[in-house]
């Protein structure tokens, strides 16, 4: 009697634990989606540029965050075009990809927070590079909230100093991003 309940019990966490590892995030709620980032110059200079043009998929190993950075504006059209075309170059390189094992991310319980640091590969302007981020999580049904944040040096990615008429901004620029997503 006592091995049939250990086998009935054995048999019930293998499938709770399968159901977990196939739960999937998916369909990003795009009214919630932006993400941001924020560079600063000499003088207190501060340019802060968005889009709302962010995605995400999950094959169950790994979750890929994409931002597409054509739509990214920053409230001027020549900065924007400069941002866009001359150091992002997004003809070539229209998008930046966040991917983090699903295993380094913890999972909120429906009505529960979670936060942690985790670990990822993020590509921009066609190159890789390791980046550890901050993110926080909250479930409410099947939804998730996730925002997370990186420090990030563009120089790492290849991509020039933004500079216009003599005025410089810093290679470090730290890069917000936020969505809905349905487990």
Known sequence: ???RRIAVFVGLATLAIAGLADAKLAR??????KAHFHASGPAGMSI???TT???VADDGTSVKVVVALGSLTTGIALRDDHTRNKYIEVSKYPNATLTVARSALKFPADGGS???DAQGTMNIHGKDKAVTFHYTAAKKGTAITIVGNAPLDITDFGINVPSYLGVTVKKDITV?????ATD
Not at 28 to 33: C, D, I, L, Q, S
Not at 176 to 180: H, K, L
């Open 53 to 55: 043009d962010v995605s």
């Open 28 to 33: 990003v709620t795009t009214e919630a989606a």
């Open 114 to 116: 979670t936060s942690g």
């Open 1 to 3: 009697m006592k091995s």
């Open 176 to 180: 917000d991003v936020s969505f809905v």
């Open 48 to 50: 802060d540029g968005s």
